[in-house]
């Protein structure tokens, strides 16, 4: 037992006391609270600064004073800020219903700052303009300059609608390169108000009191529970399964990633042979599993950490509970060693890392099934597929956690039976390893194939 905690010793500080694994480990996390911090700030919506005009030709001769109406700079900023106090609304409402109590003062309501309106002029066309060359004043000047911007194209079908009830539609002609923010914050919404208050006063009823009676605002939704009401949430709902998927995915992969380049390293460079004069094969492929294993282990309690702590900022832990991580590390060790051992055996096989693609692919493409089943099974976690997945190794660590974490938890005794299968499975599968590793180990030149494998576990 000494010489494999030497050798996981070995393994973990070969591979975390690096430069390169050091600034691996921090950088998303770094880039993650600069992007959270920045992109707010790198995000400009507000449109740019235009003058020109709109020119319109209303062959309904009803709505180009709504549009000219709804053009000015006040509506333009009217409307900018109503937009600005909807999107304050809806974050309010999510993080009442992401949180479990009030909105912390912590949360402040978003500083109006939308600069200056663009400076748009309504031009009226006749009817019987000839819209070609009304299209020609697209290419002059620029949208700075004060050129045309846009023409309008309104007919009578717009206002009254045919045979089978529908409308017409309006058209739009844009000059070259002019910017998409211009056209779907200012010109189109002036449009579409326009032509919706010329229909209503057509029918004598108001545009503001059709607004408010479409309008239907949700409340607080509660789950009732036998503790008492909590939050609902249908975000978490969905994020909760797959981030605990995904941290187990990532820890399991990037240690066993690991295993397999060092182990084809050491061959590669017969650093494996003055290894070998000091330990046993299994002794040596033991130790590098456990040591990559901490290595892994290391990555999952980083970023779960950090997972956490997102968690408590936003007061959302109500939604994971303690009994979640202690599945998760069982189940971490349950995968991992089942993939690490893997690794390891073909880290000993091949003598170059090209030569491991062939045989590592179809164990990776096994374990991208929870991952493409991911909806499906926090969905219904407890349907057919669901449940024998969760038996089936190797996938059942990676399935089980997503029943686990979704709202409907499977009984404890499937978690526990899911447990015990996966730990009967890594053992078997650690075991022929062991006789992978101990033949493959010290052999060069060609790769072996799957069948190649077989034959060295059953004569080792």
């Known amino acids: 037992m000494r010489r494999v905690l030497q050798v996981a010793w070995r393994e973990f500080a070969s591979t975390v006391f690096t430069k390169g694994f050091i600034i691996g480990i921090a950088v998303v996390p770094v880039i993650m609270g600069v992007m959270i911090v920045l992109l707010p700030l790198l995000m400009n919506e507000r449109s740019p600064k235009v003058v020109g005009t709109v020119a319109v030709i209303d062959k309904t001769g009803e709505v180009l004073s709504g549009i000219e109406t709804q053009m000015t700079p006040e509506r333009i900023l009217k409307r900018e800020a109503d937009q600005v106090n909807k999107v304050t609304e809806e974050a309010q409402q999510m993080l009442n219903r992401l949180q479990s109590g009030e909105i912390p003062n912590t949360w402040d309501t978003p500083t109006l700052n939308m600069g200056e309106a663009p400076e748009i002029k309504i031009e009226r066309l006749e009817p019987d303009t000839d819209l070609e060359e009304a299209k020609a004043a697209l290419l002059e000047g620029s949208a700075k300059e004060g050129g045309r911007l846009a023409i309008i194209v ?105 295993l397999m380049t060092t182990t084809i390293e050491e061959k590669s460079s017969r650093v494996v042979e003055l290894l070998l004069s000091a330990v046993s094969p299994m002794q040596l492929m033991t130790g590098k599993v456990v040591g990559q294993m901490a290595v892994g282990l290391l990555l999952m309690l980083v970023y779960g950490g950090l997972t956490v702590a997102g968690l408590i900022t936003f007061s959302l832990t109500g939604f994971v509970k303690p009994i979640m991580f202690v599945y998760l590390l069982f189940f971490f060790i349950i995968a991992y060693f089942i993939m690490g051992s893997f690794m390891a055996a073909v880290g000993a096989a091949v003598n170059e890392l090209r030569e491991a693609q062939s045989l590592q692919t179809p164990v990776m493409m096994v374990l991208m099934i929870p991952w493409m089943l991911w909806l499906p099974i926090s969905r219904d976690p407890n349907s057919v597929l669901s449940t024998t997945l969760s038996f089936i190794p190797p996938v059942n660590p990676f399935v089980m956690m997503l029943r686990v974490t979704s709202t409907e938890p499977p009984p404890a005794w499937q978690v526990w039976a899911s447990i015990v299968i996966g730990l009967a499975a890594a053992w078997g599968i650690v075991w022929a390893a062991a006789k992978v590793f101990r033949v493959g180990i010290l052999l060069h030149g060609k790769p072996p194939t799957f069948k190649t494998l077989i034959k060295w576990v059953r004569m080792a």
Do not use: C, Q
Request: no cysteine.
């Open 154 to 258: 309104l007919e009578e079908g717009v206002l009254e609608p045919n045979a089978e009830g529908a409308y017409a539609a309006y058209d739009i002609f844009l000059r070259e390169r002019l910017d998409d923010r211009v056209t779907s914050n200012h010109i189109v919404p002036a449009t579409r108000r326009a032509i919706r208050e010329a229909r209503f006063a057509a029918t004598g009823d108001s545009y503001e009191d059709i607004a408010r009676r479409w309008t239907v605002r949700r409340g607080e939704r509660k789950t009732v529970t036998e503790s008492g009401e909590t939050e609902n949430s249908e975000i978490a709902n969905i994020l909760l399964p797959a981030g605990f998927m995904v941290l187990l995915l990532i820890s399991v992969m990037t240690g066993g990633s690991y």
